[in-house]
């Protein structure tokens, strides 16, 4: 009767500790999923926080169904044994390209897994020592006692992680790549070696940095830029000063964008001074010798110095818009430009527009050109809200030439935007990894012509994360049949084509994107016959560069109607009537 009593005792003391402490890990698990820590290491925290809280619960009921088996052993009745399941309910923080992290929220998560290593500590010793006084085995005990342990190592760890963030990075709202590698870098793995190639550039080995541009183009880790922006932020400020100089350092997507304007510039400025010295050389080379062949050299590097006076006079500032940051060039091949009309970092909204056909380093000013005119139409129109307009011509595009036979390099095929759309995603990763945090900011991507093609593979390689707001506009396709595989709300990708824009009416990468099968929303341009339609969407006042500063905007009531051109457009251009009325009806 005594050892009856004695177990039934035990079971009783054992089953209040239980009941107390089974779920002494939901709230670090609450705090994890509610905030939605997303990349780096905070997936594999997660998951691991989620097996030990479960074999948290294991063990404990482990030890409460040994102690109860003795009691029934001993001749008593099976007593009852409570519930020591539990379920975690959250509302999850909306998800959004440019949402921060709350670092009252780190510091929340590592007081409640301090509060479970100290509580469960405790626990594991009494309970292991009930079992043991009882004759059964003590492992489920020594299973707390190293869950406690765990709890205990990651709340040091993730304190001095925190301690240093604080000291580097400002701000009541920090990029959630701080806390996807700055916070949670233990967790976070690293297939491409890319955390050890930022060690050596650290350590001022910038041969590292091609090696890391280089895993940056593949677009295969959704989370380099967030790494990449973690870093930087943990730089000493004599580190950083050094590293602006090292050439290719404001290539890397991830670092601020006033950063990398003044490396590039930097750069750019060296490599005029390089050239020049080549082309002075080459020049008396060619006057002494008199050699044919010699002329080839001169003109390749005198063909990169026009192209880097090109990029001198293009960033010239301009009356009434904001200073032209150069986030990337490249003079070699077709060339690579990418510029942006306001600070992408601190924008409200930031729009990025993507070419496509014959567009290229040689002929940048027209894209430059339109991206300053949607910053214009947009920033008047929005309401005090800041807007970065961003060209980007970070890719091969097709060309009219020889090439167009070639599918690597042909607008009749996929091969161009394939790889345009790794840059791309790649690109906008790192807008979302330097934006200053903010509930509220906006991206949203321009395709136009052969670039809505390339905009369609970034989304595949990005859904969901690649802009708010996708506007395509005289696209031959996108490379899907409906606008809910892009990965994006159809509701917020638009549609924009003229009724006589011949490209928009291919449907060559998959369907019509202005098909109303589509599925995307159509938004109105202009109906005027006269003009280039294919080039006309960012006409001074035109209906189109209105509607997408308005899309641009997030003012999607707004959205104007154009006054109709003709009741008959069969009597402007009778050749053209069976087409315009099929399209104005749509």
Not at 249 to 267: S, V
Not at 373 to 386: E, K, P, V
Not at 394 to 420: L, R
Not at 547 to 574: C, F, H, S, V, W
Request: aromatic fraction near 6%; hydrophobic fraction near 45%; charge should be neutral.
């Amino acid at each position: 009767m005594a050892d009856h009593d004695a177990a039934q005792a035990a079971f009783g003391r054992v089953a209040a500790l239980a009941a107390e402490h089974h779920a002494d890990l939901d709230p670090a698990a609450r705090l994890s999923r509610t905030h939605a820590w997303v990349g780096g290491g905070a997936p594999a925290f997660a998951a691991e926080l989620a097996h030990r809280r479960s074999a948290l619960q294991s063990a404990l009921a482990a030890a409460v169904h040994a102690l109860a088996d003795l009691v029934v052993r001993q001749g008593g009745p099976h007593p009852p044994v409570p519930t020591l399941t539990s379920s975690i309910t959250t509302v999850s923080a909306a998800p959004g390209g440019f949402h921060g992290i709350d670092p009252q929220a780190m510091t929340a998560l590592t007081t409640c897994l301090d509060h479970g290593a100290h509580a469960l500590t405790a626990a594991a010793s009494r309970i292991a020592a009930e079992l043991s006084a009882h004759g059964l085995p003590t492992h489920p005990g020594h299973t707390i006692g190293r869950i406690a342990a765990w709890a205990g190592t990651q709340t040091s760890d993730l304190r001095r992680r925190l301690a240093q963030i604080r000291r580097t990075v400002p701000g009541a709202m920090l990029p959630s790549g701080i806390a996807a590698y700055g916070l949670f870098g233990t967790h976070a793995t690293d297939p491409a070696g890319a955390g050890a190639l930022l060690s050596r550039i650290a350590a001022g080995e910038n041969s590292a940095i091609a090696r890391l541009l280089a895993v940056q183009e593949q677009a295969q880790d959704p989370g380099l830029a967030a790494r990449v922006n973690a870093w930087w932020q943990a730089l000493a400020a004599e580190t950083r000063e050094h590293f602006i100089d090292a050439a290719g350092a404001g290539l890397l997507n991830g670092l601020p964008a006033t950063f990398r304007d003044q490396a590039n510039r930097r750069m750019l400025a060296a490599e005029k001074t390089r050239l020049t010295r080549e082309r002075d050389t080459a020049t008396a080379e060619l006057l002494r010798a008199r050699d044919p062949l010699l002329l080839g050299t001169w003109e390749r590097v005198a063909h990169r110095l026009r192209r880097i006076e090109l990029i001198e006079r293009e960033l010239q500032p301009v009356p009434g818009n904001p200073p032209p940051l150069l986030l990337a060039f490249d003079l070699l091949g077709q060339g690579r430009l990418i510029v942006s009309w306001g600070d992408p970092d601190m924008a409200g909204t930031t729009v990025t527009s993507v070419s496509g056909l014959t567009s290229g380093l040689d002929a940048a000013h027209g894209d430059l050109h339109r991206s300053r005119a949607l910053w214009q139409q947009a920033a008047s129109s929005s309401g005090g809200r800041t807007v970065a307009s961003i060209t980007w011509l970070g890719y091969d595009a097709p060309q009219i030439d020889p090439g167009v036979f070639e599918p690597g390099t042909s607008v009749a095929f996929q091969h161009a935007a394939t790889k345009g759309g790794a840059a791309l995603a790649a690109f906008t990763d790192g807008l979302r990894a330097s934006h200053q945090p903010s509930s509220t900011a906006r991206s949203v991507i321009v395709g136009h012509s052969y670039g809505s093609l390339t905009t369609g593979h970034a989304a595949l390689l990005r859904p969901g994360r690649l802009a708010d707001d996708l506007i395509f506009v005289g696209s031959p396709g996108v490379g899907v049949d409906h606008a809910g595989r892009l990965g994006i709300d159809p509701a917020h990708v638009w549609v924009g084509e003229a009724g006589n824009d011949p490209v928009a009416a291919l449907g060559r990468f998959g369907a019509d994107p202005g098909h109303a099968a589509f599925g995307a929303r159509r938004f109105p341009v202009e109906r005027d016959l006269y003009t280039a339609a294919h080039s006309s969407y960012w006409n001074p006042m035109s209906v189109s560069l209105t509607n997408m500063a308005r899309i641009i905007n997030g003012q999607y009531d707004k959205i104007a109607t154009p006054e109709p051109l003709n009741d008959r457009p069969e009597l402007l251009m009778p050749e053209l009537a069976p087409d315009l009325s099929s399209r104005f009806q749509r």
